[in-house]
């Protein structure tokens, strides 16, 4: 496969999880491209600007990266801790449409301002890595840490409160847990997410410009959520990978592919209500996968 | 002192009074009863103690002490659990789950330790697990364990809110019509069962019920609405003997 998609993909899961964290908690959000964007905005300004950061040697630092991604997760974290107490009094429907202009307002401020570069956006935003295939490990080592966060998280008690509070809300309250701080963490652990993916992707993209982070970003990303499941971490990248993938490989039916793809979105939630990965595909799953390990382990006993 | 104490709490949603000038002493231990006609403002009560509802006048004393703007959840750690008339489980989640979750005030630990599955992280989680097990034991659902509450028959689902409540460690349990759509031998073993968890967690419990000969059975002391106003407190033989409750209940005598 082509280095260059497998890294459009890892960063869709990426952006999968980020919308996925709030809504395991009940909350739409669609907030993650205008995190995604600022995230990038961070990188494309502080890589170009700052010639400290540029290092002596031909390709640009991995620990310069690794600052960008620190100070864009700090801006983001911050924005979202405030925004986040604001717009999460909002519930359902509403809740989407205050994220929508957040990411609008966004998107217009940064076509607007002269440090952002207007509607040209910042170039030559200089590359870590010479290759896609070094992007690729990159982002897959990113992906696996973020995903076994997610792991941690679903299986503790704060991942067990975001659940109840998704269940019901107010018999969730009635457990002694404090619902507005909960939904709080949720939202700004998915600013995190996808700011640094914002960072990632300003470097390989090699330019960033307003349009990255628009009201078609907001739905792609959901619907990665909506079709491979909201239930655990495995769903929205799942969701990512494949719907990221999906237009790519699907070139060579021509003008069609669009109309596939579309169909595609929309089989999927007709037969998988819930989204293709389920708690019930692993209860289904577990016998087979357990019992081929338990044999193995026998096996090795003997 | 009184545990819980209700000072003329009176409830309106705009112009309907659904509680008015309603004074309550619930004493550490006891069983209290709340019976009334449907309507009569009983689940409208257990809203105002549990910080659902906030009342429109009044005051609500728990040891003392006002509860006045606190929210539900700063209410339930303080020892205040309740069940729910139109069940209120989480149904995406097990019936072990559904008990974890009750815990939550008591299950903190690091979030380090979380993340790195330390030896004492796991300890303390496989302790909480056995707790919740014990829990749904003494409710029989121990069977169901791993199997989605929305799996539940009605009567075991009763119970689970039962068990999700006592997982708080509550002083005060506050439980809305526990044996609706119970036969009449699962509400006889809901009295005992009451009795017992009362006792054994050392429980003051507030009761709402329709069943008139359970609550007599059962409830230490009594008291009865209607039309948001308490309208005859006491034990269960000077409650049968009121001639307002009979009026309430039966219709009055030309």
């Known amino acids: ?302 | 002192m009184n545990l819980l104490q209700l000072e003329d709490v009176g409830v309106r949603f705009g112009g309907l009074r659904a509680l008015q000038g309603v004074d309550l002493e619930v004493k550490q231990g006891e069983i209290f009863g709340l019976l009334g006609p449907n309507g009569a403002g009983k689940t409208t009560l257990f809203n105002v103690i549990s910080g659902l509802t906030a009342p429109s006048s009044g005051t609500v004393r728990w040891r003392g002490a006002s509860l006045a703007g606190l929210s539900s959840h700063r209410i339930a750690r303080l020892g205040i659990a309740r069940t729910f008339q139109n069940l209120r489980l989480f149904s995406s989640m097990s019936c072990l789950e559904n008990v974890l979750v009750g815990m939550h005030q008591h299950a903190r630990q690091p979030p380090l330790a979380a993340l790195l599955q330390t030896q004492s992280f796991r300890r303390r989680e496989s302790q909480l697990q056995q707790e919740a097990l014990a829990l749904l034991d003494l409710f029989q659902l121990e069977a169901t364990a791993h199997q989605d509450a929305a799996s539940l028959s009605y009567g075991d689902r009763r119970r689970l809110e039962m068990a999700r409540a006592l997982a708080s460690r509550p002083q005060l349990l506050l439980l809305d019509e526990p044996a609706a759509g119970m036969n009449p031998s699962e509400k006889d073993e809901l009295r005992e069962l009451i009795r017992r968890i009362r006792d054994q967690f050392k429980l003051t419990v507030l009761i709402i019920e329709h069943h008139v000969p359970l609550m007599l059975g059962l409830c230490d002391r009594l008291a009865v609405l209607n039309f948001g106003q308490r309208i005859a407190l006491g034990s269960p033989d000077q409650v049968r003997r009121d001639p307002a409750v009979i009026e309430a209940y039966l219709g009055g005598g030309t």
């Not at chain 1, 999460?88 to 509403?94: D, E, F, V």
């Not at chain 1, 957040?102 to 217009?108: A, F, G, Q, S």
């Not at chain 1, 990632?200 to 491979?228: E, P």
């Not at chain 1, 909201?230 to 060579?252: C, D, H, I, K």
Request: hydrophobic share 55%; with cysteine.
């Open chain 1, 1 to 302: 496969m082509d280095a260059g998609l497998l890294e459009q993909m890892l960063l869709g899961a990426l952006l999968g999880l980020s919308v996925y964290l709030p809504l395991r908690c009940g909350q739409l959000s669609l907030a993650t491209p205008g995190f995604f964007a600022i995230g990038g905005t961070v990188a494309a300004l502080l890589s170009t600007r700052v010639p400290a950061l540029a290092g002596s040697g031909s390709t640009y630092p991995i620990t310069s990266v690794l600052l960008e991604m620190a100070l864009a997760a700090l801006l983001t974290g911050v924005l979202a801790l405030g925004l986040g107490r604001v717009v999460l009094r909002l519930r359902g429907i509403y809740l989407a449409i205050a994220t929508i202009a957040l990411v609008e307002i966004l998107r217009v401020v940064t076509l607007n301002l002269e440090f952002t570069g207007g509607a040209l956006g910042i170039f030559g935003i200089p590359q870590p890595f010479n290759s896609a295939a070094g992007y690729a490990a990159f982002t897959l080592a990113l992906l696996a840490l973020i995903c076994w966060l997610c792991d941690r998280l679903e299986k503790t008690r704060p991942g067990r409160a975001m659940a109840a509070i998704r269940d019901d809300e107010l018999a969730a309250a009635s457990q002694g847990i404090n619902t507005a701080d909960t939904k709080l963490l949720a939202f700004v652990l998915s600013a995190l997410v996808a700011g640094i993916t914002g960072v990632v992707a300003a470097h390989f993209l090699n330019s960033w410009n307003a349009k990255l982070g628009n009201f078609d970003a907001s739905i792609t990303t959901l619907a990665f959520v909506v079709f491979g499941g909201s239930r655990t971490w495995l769903g929205p990248v799942f969701g990512g990978l494949l719907l990221t993938a999906l237009p790519e490989l699907l070139r060579p039916v021509g003008d069609l592919r669009l109309i596939v793809f579309g169909a595609v979105i929309l089989v999927g939630p007709l037969f998988f209500p819930q989204g293709v990965i389920t708690p019930e595909l692993f209860k289904w799953f577990k016998p087979r996968i357990g019992g081929i390990t338990t044999a193995a382990a026998q096996g090795v006993k003997q």
